[in-house]
């Protein structure tokens, strides 16, 4: 049995869980459910705290995992034991890591990162903290390692500063706090894989093929539309498609001229322009349809 390594709760488990679903896997009914078996799929999921993900795909105890990059870089770290292996951004759960401090003065003005010289600084991750502030020549007087809760560590009086994923910035503004600097890191849901499982695994490349074909179904429509045959090079310039559009003749003629009928595929943020122009050089009939999967 393949062994996957799956989110146990917050929004990554979430995600992860319905994009295994969408990709044909067996999932779990109840969030007490540690450990399923997919005997179809031939493939064991366990359900494991995000941040331990990491440590045991990188250890080879799993096979792979699904993580955020933040924890995966977190976790390269610890040491030559822990070696996970990226293979594939997968698109959810994008998040910020930034440095924060408190709006007010508290005695000190924070302008720049370099004003985080000598300061404890909080954070769940605080690998990636020390890496980032040895790379600005900061040295902090502590870096205090928190699992949770680490917006409230300045007011509670445990640090000056906190270095934490930011979403949306919400829960940092409710508690008095404002992002300082630029991102320490840009991160999302990463599939990864042991140094013992080979990129070529079959297991590995039918996992990465069904997660990649629900991200090109969530991000791509199929549009089908009718053209004067005449028009398809200038219809091409507008949807040229993954490769190339799929045309077919349609049957007898319209106003003595030759129709097509035109399928392709096109990036679903970008739809409703594209109609918009196919519509304006002579295109009809323009209809747009979701993917439900997809290999490419």
Same mark, same amino acid.
């Given at each position: 049995?393949?062994?996957?390594?799956?989110?146990?709760?917050?929004?990554?488990?979430?995600?992860?869980?319905?994009?295994?679903?969408?990709?044909?896997?067996?999932?779990?009914?109840?969030?007490?459910?540690?450990?399923?078996?997919?005997?179809?799929?031939?493939?064991?999921?366990?359900?494991?705290?995000?941040?331990?993900?990491?440590?045991?795909?990188?250890?080879?105890?799993?096979?792979?995992?699904?993580?955020?990059?933040?924890?995966?870089?977190?976790?390269?770290?610890?040491?030559?034991?822990?070696?996970?292996?990226?293979?594939?951004n997968l698109g959810f759960a994008a998040s910020a890591f930034h440095f924060a401090v408190?709006?007010?003065?508290?005695?000190?003005?924070?302008?720049?990162?370099?004003?985080?010289?000598?300061?404890?600084?909080?954070?769940?991750?605080?690998?990636?903290?020390?890496?980032?502030?040895?790379?600005?020549?900061?040295?902090?007087?502590?870096?205090?390692?928190?699992?949770?809760?680490? #917006?409230?560590?300045?007011?509670?009086?445990?640090?000056?500063?906190?270095?934490?994923?930011?979403?949306?910035?919400?829960?940092?503004?409710?508690?008095?706090?404002?992002?300082?600097?630029?991102?320490?890191?840009?991160? #999302?849901?990463?599939?990864?894989?042991?140094?013992?499982?080979? #990129?070529?695994?079959?297991?590995?490349?039918?996992?990465?093929?069904?997660?990649?074909?629900?991200?090109?179904?969530h991000e791509y429509v199929m549009m089908n539309f009718d053209i004067e045959t005449d028009?398809?090079?200038?219809?091409?310039?507008?949807?040229?498609g993954f490769k190339n559009p799929t045309v077919s003749e349609l049957f007898g003629k319209?106003?003595?001229?030759?129709?097509?009928?035109?399928?392709?595929?096109?990036?679903?943020?970008?739809?409703?322009?594209?109609?918009?122009?196919?519509?304006?050089?002579?295109?009809?009939?323009?209809?747009?349809?979701?993917?439900?999967?997809?290999?490419?």
């Amino acid at each position: 049995m393949f062994r996957v390594a799956i989110p146990n709760k917050g929004s990554l488990s979430m995600a992860a869980t319905q994009m295994l679903q969408e990709a044909g896997y067996k999932t779990r009914k109840s969030d007490r459910q540690l450990v399923l078996q997919d005997l179809d799929n031939e493939i064991e999921f366990f359900y494991l705290r995000p941040r331990d993900i990491a440590v045991y795909v990188g250890t080879g105890t799993l096979d792979v995992g699904i993580t955020g990059l933040d924890l995966l870089l977190d976790s390269a770290e610890l040491g030559e034991d822990v070696d996970a292996q990226l293979v594939q951004n997968l698109g959810f759960a994008a998040s910020a890591f930034h440095f924060a401090v408190p709006d007010k003065d508290f005695g000190v003005k924070y302008k720049t990162i370099s004003d985080l010289q000598g300061m404890r600084i909080a954070t769940s991750y605080p690998n990636l903290t020390a890496k980032h502030l040895y790379k600005y020549n900061i040295t902090p007087r502590q870096i205090v390692r928190l699992d949770g809760a680490v #917006e409230s560590s300045i007011q509670l009086g445990v640090a000056d500063a906190i270095a934490d994923v930011v979403s949306t910035g919400t829960t940092l503004r409710q508690v008095g706090l404002s992002i300082l600097g630029d991102p320490i890191l840009n991160s #999302e849901a990463v599939l990864i894989r042991s140094p013992k499982v080979p #990129e070529n695994n079959e297991h590995l490349h039918i996992l990465n093929q069904r997660l990649l074909g629900v991200i090109t179904a969530h991000e791509y429509v199929m549009m089908n539309f009718d053209i004067e045959t005449d028009l398809l090079p200038a219809t091409k310039k507008i949807a040229p498609g993954f490769k190339n559009p799929t045309v077919s003749e349609l049957f007898g003629k319209v106003n003595s001229k030759k129709w097509s009928a035109v399928g392709v595929m096109v990036e679903k943020k970008d739809m409703n322009k594209i109609m918009d122009q196919l519509y304006k050089i002579g295109a009809r009939a323009i209809i747009v349809t979701e993917i439900l999967a997809s290999r490419l």
